[in-house]
């Protein structure tokens, strides 16, 4: 194969879409020799801050001198970007070789009466083998969707299995109460497992502890009072966590501290495993942390701010940012997937703009602009099909001290990433 025969392959089970369970991808791995059986594995679960979590985490173990696979979905501008060891992307040969190793196991499975993996199935797997046969430290892996079914629990132990906030998402696939699609992500919790969460609706937060109690598994809170927020701008955090005074972070918001504490406090529980980092790797992996397309500036003049929030609670968070930054208009582009809470999302985010651009999202689950320029509750609001097309309109719109906001899909955040860091930003200004 070559590399785009291999994407190919990878896409072509794209048709299969989503399909929660564990008997393929266990399959699979059995098939591979189980390579996720020799991994030290730290779990990562949520409704948000899965990504950047697992990015503070990976950065601290990696300034302490560890070799760090990460896992995490979906990807950006590339699609090795899914997998890394130590910040470097898994090289395109050795992605066409491990697709390459993994096609006569899929068709051996298949033979057999097994369905055909979902394309999340078949990259998780390769996931495993390409960090065993790296020979890493530790995994920090990114649940894809839920957590009790997801094809990243196929693992029968984990170092850390770690909650983020919960919320409402998915609610077709993982239930539409909070105490449900909490039990979905308290399903990487392992027996006599180890687990780190942080403050949590009260409803989601008795769930994980119900779990926690029935698996004979330790849990470890995450406490709001432990956390003082010393300064918030739009460059930098300052806040102490327990015994450690004043740590730094560049990644924005309010959220993104309480994404760092949780982190360190994963950290911190490591040492149940004789596994100690010391505070200066600590300090220097948070500040160096970063998290692209999140709240991230591509500009400051005119500010052009791209950030992923594809729920409520992302859309909160981002309304809630606006006031870190200074601005005089703010022109909003918007782009969102047909399964989210769009009516809530739009009332929240849309009252802040001066004006509105409604565009489309590069999938198929994605409103056309013109839909979504329906549902938005304003006379003003232009709509372009085109992303580039309502980027280069945002732009022409936006003086030097404007700001300009694209958000409401991460299948929308990539690919503008890619535009205005390159073709459109410096063509424009």
Known sequence: MDYQEAMDYINNTNKFGIKLGLDII????KNMGNPEKNLKI?????????????????????????????????????????LRINGENIPKEKLVYYVEYIKPIIDKIIEEGYDCPTEFELITAIAFKYFYDEEVDFVVLEVGLGGRFDATNAIEKSLL?????????????????????????????????????????????????????????????????????????????????????????RLIGK?????????????????????????????KGLVDTTWPGRLEVISRSPLVVIDGAHNLQGIRVLKDALELFTYKKLILVVGMLRDKDTENMLNLIVPEADIVIATMPISDRAYTAEELSKRIKRADV??????????????SKADSDDMVLFSGSLYMIGHLRSILKNVIFSSSH
């Open 26 to 29: 266990s399959k699979i791995l």
């Open 42 to 82: 730290i779990h990562v679960a949520g409704t948000n801050g899965k990504g950047s979590t697992c990015s503070f985490l990976s950065h601290i173990l990696r300034c302490a001198s560890y070799k760090v696979g990460l896992y995490t979905s979906p990807y950006l501008e590339c699609f090795e970007e899914r």
């Open 161 to 249: 299995s770690i909650i983020t906030t919960i919320d409402y998402d998915h609610m077709d696939r993982l239930g539409n109460t909070i105490e449900g699609i909490a039990y979905e992500k308290a399903g990487i919790i392992k027996q006599n497992g180890n687990v780190v969460s942080c403050f949590q609706n009260i409803g989601a937060l008795n769930v994980i502890k119900d779990v926690c109690k029935d698996k004979n598994a330790t849990l470890t809170i995450l406490d709001k009072e432990d956390i003082n927020i010393k300064e918030m701008t739009s460059y930098k955090q300052i806040f102490d966590f327990k015994g450690f005074k004043s740590l730094e972070i």
């Open 255 to 283: 959220h993104q501290v309480y994404n760092a504490s949780l982190a360190v406090l994963a950290i911190i529980n490591l040492k149940k495993y004789n596994i100690n980092i010391d505070e200066e790797c600590i300090r």
């Open 382 to 395: 232009v709509h372009f099909e085109d992303i580039d097309a309502a980027a280069r309109y945002a732009l």
